[in-house]
């Protein structure tokens, strides 16, 4: 009975001292705000005001017909969608160019990669210069009418600058994800195909593609995850502008809680896209897990 | 056949090459602009600068203006104490974890790997009211415990992982001989851990190093911000003159890339590491 008790008190105290500060802290910054959200969406709470009370489902109701956040939504969708199809689609082709015997490999691989390495807010500066002064210096010079305006003074194109900053970010980080796939897949697979006769582009589509679909897995979770997330290079390189048509989801409730000061709706409209990102991460991770093969 | 193979490969040189020189023009373009005057770069943004009409007078300039050295130095003291608290604190609660297989440690264990889905979004709103109505803002120190709070559902998953391939023998011997538990973790388990400290350690360098939007809604004081503030203050404020904006931009990412030169192996593998598991 003793021993039992001593072992107990022993087994809590190294609990509390190995799991402890780690628990605290994830409890304090992640756990309790998450709850503490759900509570925040049924009240009208705002900083500017003295007291606030429960106003039951009023703050979804709101979210549920407001225009503006749908269409911002929806652009939010639209971006994700392109982002996710372009880089992809440019980091595979990159992984392939980069795979086996290359002189300067590594240095090459470390370029590609060099824009993971900065910030958003950073990296939407470089390309506000680029969008606004360069490209349409190149339209000047080439007397090419499309390019002689700036993207960011359209709204159509200026969606498209973003993807196009996003792309060019996130190909190199989705490019060493591929190339870890190229390299694992069995030489002797390869070798068994090429005596079949597969070579060349039939090889890559029924042999190389299918035992890569790990790798598209991640790859595709990272990126629209992160392209669902995007803030900070949307304030650098447009924030929202022209006429908020590339106000994208992070930042239209970024904007209703802190500049509106409507934490409620705010926290209803993060609610609803978190479920969104949630649903749109673990739809594509089954989708994609059905075409898996094993090697 | 031969000649054929060898124009495939010579394409692959241009192609992958062109590609490469696309990807890195803009860094080229800002750096070689922000050796020239505003009209210089309107007017020309291609032409190579003359530097000896205006040498480093931009980056003097933006040096003083972001108040470089000390957003640079809230940024490491940051960045530094954020990392190694994480990097201690999760790798203890990972062992533990992995130790012992209790059913409150299953449950621990799941609620931390489901909380990776959830985007920092969904918090936001919630943790400012919270600490703002417990007057715990514009503190450096209350933003890294909250970087210690959001790095560990992550660094305990991959610490988790490895940990979980480390036979125990080891340690049971060692606790036969007197040692303590900590003593144990830390002569023992710790030393073993190194290549995967490696691997949190760069992705969480390169996330909390760049992060804006928590530091922005937490430091609200000019003395206290980081580089990623202090480069947006300093675009908001100084907006027409491009000049000393693009040296901004270069000195932001010059201690990024002096890094990445000597640690590119490092930090490449560390990426494939944290995005395979």
Redesign the interface.
Known sequence: MNGSRKKLLN?IG??V???G???F??????????V??IY?TFTN?S?IRLTYEFVGLRNFQAVFTDKEFWQQFGKTLVYVLYSTIFCNILAFL?AF??TGN?RGR?F???????????????LG???K??FS??VT?LGEIWDYQPLKTSFLTHPERAITAMIIVTV?QYA??LM??YI?GFVSIPQDIQEAAEIDGATGFRKLLHITIPLMVPSFI?CFF?II?RG??T??LN??LTNGQPYGSTRL??MH??QK??QANE?GI??AE??I??IT??IA?VTQVLLTKRFEVEA | MRAKKGVLKFLRYVLIYLLLVLFIMPFYLMVINSFKTTQQFVASPFSLPEPEKVGFDNYISAFNKMNFMNAIGNSLVITIISILLILLTSSMAAYFLVRHQWKINKVIFAVLVASMIVPFQAIMIPLVSIYGSLNLMNSKWILIFMYMGFGQAFAIFIFHGFIKNIPAEMEESALIDGCSKIQLFFRIVFPLLKPVIVTVLILDVLWIWNDYLLPSLILLSPAERTLPLSTYNFFNTYSVDYAPLMAGIVLTIIPVVAVYLFSQKHIIEGVVQGAIK
Do not use: E, H
């Open positions: 087994n190294s609990f001292l190995f799991m500060p780690s628990l802290a994830f409890i304090c910054v992640l756990l309790i705000p998450l503490y959200g925040l709470y900083p990159l160019l980069l290359l590594d090459l691989r470390a370029g590609f990669f060099t824009p993971n390495l900065i910030g958003g807010i950073v500066y470089i390309w210069f680029l002064n360069v210096k060019w190199g980080y060493i994800i870890a991640i990272i995850s669902f997330m803030y900070d304030l650098a989801a992070a409730i970024y809680a802190f934490y705010g926290q993060a609610i896209f978190f990102v949630a991460a």
